[in-house]
């Protein structure tokens, strides 16, 4: 949650341990350090979400008509849109911690979705093949950041919530 609301540089393992009630040392305790606690809040999420990304894109990439964009966004916002359906409050936190890494090309990112990265760039190879491989790694990486960046801001818990949602994914 502190991660979610207050940033990535701003909340200390201090700050941590005591929301947690926790003593002193247990964030050292137990994840060796606040990016162990960091790889640990990753993952936690990103071992359903990733795999679900891989399975949609496969899909597509098995089916022998050519993908379109809207196919390419969905692979992506599908699963996050079941992760915020499954746990609305904390699959929004944990999208709110992607954007942050996202937002600054962060390597625990690039590690975590490499394989989901690399079939949805066979995909958009697939939908537009005269395009440069730059050019559709540039406007991929834009899209996705876009897309975890306007769902990490989903207004969880009110009136226009599921209809936000909905309309990113549609």
């Known amino acids: ?14 700050s941590i341990n005591k929301a947690a009630g926790a003593a002193p040392a247990a964030v050292h305790y137990h994840f060796g350090s606040k990016e162990g606690l960091l790889d640990a809040v990753l993952a936690r999420r ?4 990733m795999p679900r990304i891989i399975q949609l894109s ?11 964009a809207r196919d390419i966004v969905e692979c992506v916002a599908v699963p996050y849109r ?19 890494l996202s937002l600054v090309g962060d390597k625990k990112l690039e590690q975590l979705g490499a394989p989901a990265a690399s079939k949805l760039a066979d995909l958009a190879h697939r939908a537009y093949p005269q395009a440069d491989d730059d050019v559709i790694a540039t406007r ?8 975890i960046q306007m769902m990490g801001r ?9 209809g936000f949602r909905q ?4």
């Not at 990103?46 to 979400?49: E, H, I, P, R, Y």
């Not at 899909?59 to 379109?68: I, N, V, W």
């Not at 990486?141 to 897309?147: D, G, K, Q, T, V």
């Not at 309309?167 to 549609?170: G, P, T, Y």
């Open 1 to 14: 949650q502190l991660f979610a609301d207050e940033g990535l540089e701003a909340v200390s393992v201090r």
């Open 46 to 49: 990103g071992v359903t979400v």
């Open 58 to 68: 496969d899909d597509h990439l098995a089916r022998r008509r050519k993908p379109t």
């Open 82 to 100: 079941e992760l915020l359906d499954q746990d609305p409050v904390k699959g929004a936190r944990w999208l709110r911690v992607v954007a942050q």
């Open 140 to 147: 991929l990486s834009l899209a996705i950041n876009a897309l």
């Open 154 to 162: 989903a207004p969880i818990g009110t009136d226009q919530d599921e």
């Open 167 to 170: 309309a990113l994914v549609d």
